[in-house]
Each structure stands twice: as C-alpha cells, then as structure tokens.
C-alpha cells in the first residue's frame, strides 16, 4: 500500500510569489491534514479536509488556503509569499481523522520551501 | 485540550534502554496516548499507542499508569539509527488536529 505522497519535494520561491502544494493519501483515507514545521515554532497544525469539506482550521492568516478532491488529494497554496513561510509543510493523511481515538495519522515526506 | 510536556533532550548510547516520560495531567477520559518518531526534514511515523497499562510491539513499549496522567516510552537496545525528536501527543476526543509540543531529541552515541 502507497503512503503519502507530497510533490514537490523542495521548493524555492521568491517573496510575493504564491505556491501551490500537492498532497496524495493513502488509499481509502478520506482525511487529510497539513501541518507547519518550522525550527522556531515547531509543528503547527494548518487545516483538515474531509471529503473536500475543510472541517477545522489553526491560526494561520488567510494566506494559506487548502482544498480538497472528490479523490481526496489535497493542495494547499500560500500566496503573497514572506520569508517567514520558509518551512517544511507537512501532509498527513487518516481514515477518518479523528484524532485522539486510535486513529494514527500518516505522514509524507513533506514539501521543504524555502522564501528568497 | 491536553498538553504533554517531555523533557527537551536525551542523550545515550548503543545498546541501552532509553525511557522517555510524559507528562499530561489534563488527559481527557477517552483520548488515547501516541508516540511519534521524527528524522530531520521527515514527516513524524508512527511509533506506539495506548490507552492504559502497558503495550508492546516490535520496536517499543509504551507503560501508562493507572491515572493516565503520565506514560513512559521505552526503546529498548537503542542503535544509532534512533536519533531523532519523539513526540508523545494525546488528542481532544473528536478533534480532527495534533497539537504537537517541542518533543524529545534523543541523541544516540557509539
């Protein structure tokens, strides 16, 4: 069974470019999170989409956007781009999302962006 | 929601038994606790999870206490390929996002 697949790997963009990340679950999962990891704040929670409905979102400005396919592959995009965004975006994907149960998330690879 | 504290650092050597405890006082009566593993400029893997006593698979053990409030990862005979940040979390029952605190880089020498 395929994991979670994130394209592309590594980015460069320069400020006030947008970008759009891709993000592919596994097989039969219908949720889908993305996740911020930088070595200051860590990892932080985005937004999850369940069956293309995006269902909770973290405190992140409206700049970051998502959205999700009847296949359930999502994209996230930020636009107006800031050398703060320089991160590794993270993708992770569930059956159902609910986390706290025993449900487990998977994770891909990420997406390493780096803002000139 | 639940927060998890971990100590920051760990550091040990080839061989040992590496125990990892966190800490989370405010644990809701239906959360489970998990345990993930980070390598640099990875996506966090799944290591264990538990909701009370103790679990075992092929790579860890996972020992929570009747209160809940604490759990203990153990690696055992850890190698040099274990270095890396573990992240415990436990989630808000229904809530559809991990809060993940600083976790514990586990640094494994020869």
């Known amino acids: 069974k395929a994991g979670v697949t994130q394209t592309p790997r590594y980015l460069i963009k320069t400020r006030g470019q947008q970008v759009t990340l891709s993000c592919s679950p596994i097989?039969?999962?219908?949720?889908v999170s993305w996740y911020q990891q930088t070595p200051g704040q860590g990892l932080q929670f985005l937004f999850e989409?369940?069956?293309?409905?995006?269902?909770n979102k973290g405190n992140f400005p409206g700049r970051f956007s998502g959205r999700q396919f009847s296949n359930s592959r999502s994209e996230m995009n930020v636009s107006t781009l800031e050398l703060g965004d320089s991160a590794l975006y993270l993708c992770?994907?569930?059956?159902?999302?609910?986390?706290?149960?025993?449900?487990?998330?998977?994770f891909g690879s990420g997406t390493q962006l780096s803002v000139l | 929601l639940a927060k998890t504290t971990q100590p920051i650092s760990m550091d040990s050597y080839e061989g040992q038994e590496v125990n990892i405890t966190c800490s989370h006082n405010n644990i809701a009566t239906n959360d489970y606790i998990t345990w993930y593993q980070q390598f640099p400029s990875q996506g966090p893997r799944f290591i264990i999870q538990g909701y009370k006593t103790k679990v075992t698979n092929e790579v860890a053990s996972l020992f929570i206490p009747a209160d809940r409030k604490s759990s203990t990862l153990s690696l055992p005979r850890v190698s040099l390929s274990d270095t890396a940040v573990y992240y415990c979390l436990v989630g808000d029952t229904g809530r559809r996002a991990l809060t993940f605190g600083s976790g514990t880089r586990l640094q494994v020498q020869p």
């Open positions: 097989s039969g999962h219908r949720s």
């Open positions: 989409y369940f069956s293309e409905t995006q269902r």
């Open positions: 992770a994907s569930s059956p159902t999302g609910l986390t706290g149960t025993n449900e487990k998330l998977f």
